[in-house]
Nanobody
Framework: EVQLQASGGGLVQPGGSLRLSCAASGLTTGDYAKGWFRQVPGKDRLGVSCITEDGSIVYDDSVKGRFTVSSDNAKNTAFLQMNNLQPEDTAAYYC????????????????WGQGTLVTVSS
């Protein structure tokens, strides 16, 4: 069973940075969570970044140039580096074990982390 633990959220001022982590267990050694999503109350969970089956890294337009994904394969951990954060980035962030894109929509599957809250406010 895949279990994901997201962490690293917090309160940051506009223009600041945070790095989220997603530690995975139950995955093959060297594997890591492929998708990052975010959700604000009352709205759908939306894709932030997705590493697809062919290894391509896709970012949502709203975060391109500001967010970067990386991984520590030995620790089965994925990271989401978020720079130049803005109030509209405020959301609960979730990692997904797997990610695909269908009709331009990022879809996560295979297991979810519990979410970590990011608040961007002055």
């Amino acid at each position: 069973e895949v279990q994901l633990q997201a962490s690293g959220g917090g309160l940051v001022q506009p223009g600041g940075s945070l790095r989220l982590s997603c530690a995975a267990s139950g995955l093959t050694t060297g594997d890591y969570a492929k998708g990052w999503f975010r959700q604000v109350p009352g709205k759908d969970r939306l894709g932030v970044s997705c590493i697809t089956e062919d290894g391509s890294i896709v970012y949502d337009d709203s975060v391109k140039g500001r967010f970067t994904v990386s991984s520590d394969n030995a620790k089965n951990t994925a990271f989401l580096q978020m720079n130049n954060l803005q109030p509209e980035d405020t959301a609960a962030y979730y990692c997904a074990a797997e990610c695909t894109i269908i009709a331009g929509v990022m879809l996560g599957f295979g297991g979810w982390g519990q979410g970590t809250l990011v608040t961007v406010s002055s």
